[in-house]
C-alpha cells in the first residue's frame, strides 16, 4: 500500500522533539530508541551474557554532517531509552559524555558494551559495497562475542520519521500507523482532489481531516487537546529565544541576535525601513536560535524549518487576536499541505534540499495563515503553491553542518515570505496558473536533479566559506 497524504495526521507533521535537527538527530534518536526496544528478547535468549556489545554505523547524511547535527549524541541518547518528545534536552547532551566515561548500556538489567567515541563510525555513501537505500541511512548491530546476534538498518526520512529497511527484501517499512484500513469519509491524495473535498462536503478546510482522522480512531477533543500541546511548546519555544543571549554551540561562533532585536522592535527603533514590522524574522530566529543549541522544538514539519509556523501563528494572533480554536485550525490546514508535500516530493533536505524544508514550511504556513484569515480553499492552494515555486532548487549546504548558517536567516525570511504569499492570494479571486501539485511535481523532479553536495553534506555552496 502506498502512502497517501489522506491518513497523515496533523499529529505526524508536527512533532515536540530536541535540536538541531528532525533527520540528523530526532529521527536516529527515535531509531536507537527502537532498537533498543528490539534487541531486548535477543538478550534474553542467548547463552553468553558477557560479552554484549552495539555498534551504530552511520552512512550518507549522517556521515557526513552527523557530527554538527549531534547525531551521535541523539544515539547515544536513543540507546539509553530517551525518547525526543519526553526528553530533557540538558540530560539528553550528557548521555553521550556519561558513556564515554562508563561505556555500558543497560537494557533489562543486562549490561552492553558502548563507547560512543569507538562505537559509532561515520561511514561515508557506501554500504557494504552498494549504494544506500537513503541518504540518511543508519546500521546497528548487536554482538555476542564475535556473533552478530541482530543487525538492523533504520532510515532517517525527514521530519523525525524513521523507516527500517528490510534488507532482504529490499523494501521499506514505515513505523508510522499509516496502514489503515478504515474507510475515510473524504479521500484525498492529491491538493486537487482536497479542493473538490471541502467544496462538495461544504465543510470547512480543518473540518475534512478532522472528519477523516475521527474515522482512523483520533477523535477531534483529542487531535485539539495534542494540537494545543503543540502550540504551548512552539510560544515557549520563541519566549526561551527571545530571553537567550551568548554564543550558539558547535565552534561556529554565531551569537545569538533574537533577544538583541527584540529589544529594539520594544523601544520602537527597529533597525529598518520606517514602518517595517520585524516580529516575524525576530520570532522565527529565537526559534532557531533555540533549535541551533538543541533546544525543545516542534517539527514544522523539520527542525531545520521550525521558526516558520510559529513565528507566523505569533504574528497573527498579535495582529489579529485569534483564539486557540482558530489557530489549532490553521495548523491542521498546514498539515495537510506537509503531508501532500511528504508523499509527493520529499521534507528532507538530504533528499532534495532546503526547498523541501524551508519551502515547505513557507508553505504549509502560508496555506495556514490563509485559513486563520478565512480564505476559500482555492486561496489556501494559491498560497501553498505560491510558497513552494518561490523555494525550488533551494540547496541545504549548511557552514560545518551546523544548523545556523544560513539556516536561521532562511528561517526568518521564509517566515515573511509565507505572510507575503498569504496576502497576494487572500488579494485574488485563488485561480492561478500553476497549481500545488504541478509545483510538487517539479520539487521532486528538481531535488533529483540537484548534485548531492547541495543536499545536506556541506560539501558545496555556502559550506566551504
Not at 554482538?143 to 541482530?150: A, F, L, P, Q, T
Not at 486537487?192 to 483520533?218: D, F, M, T
Not at 532562511?410 to 505572510?419: D, H, Q
Request: net charge negative; hydrophobic share 40%.
Amino acid at each position: 500500500m502506498n502512502l497517501r497524504a489522506d491518513v497523515i495526521s496533523p499529529l505526524d507533521m508536527f512533532k515536540i522533539g530536541i535540536g538541531p535537527s528532525s533527520s540528523h538527530t530526532v529521527g536516529p534518536m527515535v531509531a536507537a530508541y527502537e532498537f533498543r526496544n528490539s534487541i531486548k528478547e535477543d538478550l534474553k535468549v542467548t547463552s553468553n551474557k558477557s560479552e554484549w556489545h552495539i555498534t551504530v554505523e552511520l552512512y550518507g547524511s549522517l556521515s557526513a554532517t552527523g557530527k554538527g547535527h549531534a547525531t551521535d549524541g541523539a544515539v547515544c541518547a536513543g540507546l539509553v531509552g530517551m525518547i525526543p518528545k519526553d526528553a530533557d534536552p540538558d540530560k539528553v547532551w550528557q548521555v553521550k559524555p556519561d558513556l564515554d566515561a562508563n561505556p555500558i548500556v543497560v537494557i533489562d538489567g543486562i549490561e552492553i558494551g558502548f563507547k560512543p567515541e569507538n562505537d559509532i563510525k561515520f561511514l561515508g555513501w557506501m554500504i557494504d559495497n552498494q549504494g544506500l537505500p537513503h541518504p540518511n541511512t543508519m546500521r546497528f548491530i548487536l554482538k555476542n562475542g564475535d556473533e552478530i546476534v541482530r543487525e538492523d538498518m533504520w532510515l532517517s526520512v525527514g521530519g523525525g520519521f524513521v523507516e527500517r529497511y528490510d534488507t532482504e527484501a529490499g523494501k521499506r517499512i514505515s513505523t508510522n500507523k499509516w496502514q489503515n484500513d478504515a474507510e475515510l469519509p473524504y479521500p484525498y491524495d492529491t491538493a486537487h482532489e482536497y479542493i473538490e473535498q471541502c467544496k462538495r462536503s461544504g465543510l470547512a478546510p480543518w473540518q475534512v481531516v478532522i472528519a477523516n482522522q475521527e474515522a482512523r480512531g483520533l477523535s477531534e477533543k483529542e487531535l485539539r487537546l495534542k494540537l494545543g500541546e503543540i502550540l504551548d511548546v512552539m510560544e515557549g519555544c520563541i519566549d526561551r529565544g527571545l530571553r537567550e543571549e551568548g554564543i550558539l554551540p558547535g565552534g561556529l561562533n554565531v551569537r545569538r541576535r533574537a533577544k538583541s532585536l527584540y529589544e529594539k522592535l520594544q523601544s520602537g527603533s527597529p533597525p529598518a525601513w520606517a514602518g517595517n514590522d520585524l516580529r516575524p524574522s525576530v520570532y522565527a530566529m529565537a526559534v532557531n536560535e533555540e533549535n541551533a543549541a538543541g533546544g525543545k522544538v516542534v517539527t514544522a514539519p523539520t527542525n531545520g524549518s521550525s521558526g516558520l509556523i510559529p513565528s507566523v501563528w505569533r504574528t497573527l494572533k498579535e495582529t489579529h487576536d485569534f483564539s486557540r480554536e482558530t489557530m489549532e485550525n490553521g495548523l491542521i490546514v498546514a498539515s495537510v499541505i506537509g503531508a501532500l508535500v511528504k508523499v509527493h516530493a520529499s521534507i528532507s533536505g538530504a533528499e532534495v534540499g532546503c526547498q523541501g524544508e524551508v519551502g515547505t514550511s513557507c508553505a504549509m504556513a502560508a496555506a495556514g495563515a490563509v485559513a486563520m484569515l478565512n480564505g476559500s480553499v482555492n486561496q489556501i492552494e494559491q498560497a501553498a503553491e505560491i510558497g513552494i515555486e518561490h523555494h525550488l532548487g533551494m540547496t541545504c549546504d549548511p557552514i560545518m553542518g551546523l544548523v545556523q548558517v544560513p539556516c536561521i536567516e532562511r528561517n526568518a525570511m521564509g517566515a515573511v515570505k509565507a505572510l507575503n504569499a498569504a496576502a497576494l492570494s487572500l488579494a485574488s479571486d485563488g485561480n492561478h496558473l500553476i497549481s500545488l501539485d504541478k509545483a510538487l511535481s517539479v520539487m521532486k523532479q528538481t531535488g533529483l536533479d540537484m548534485n548531492e553536495k547541495y543536499k545536506e553534506t556541506s560539501t558545496g555552496g555556502l559550506a566551504l566559506g
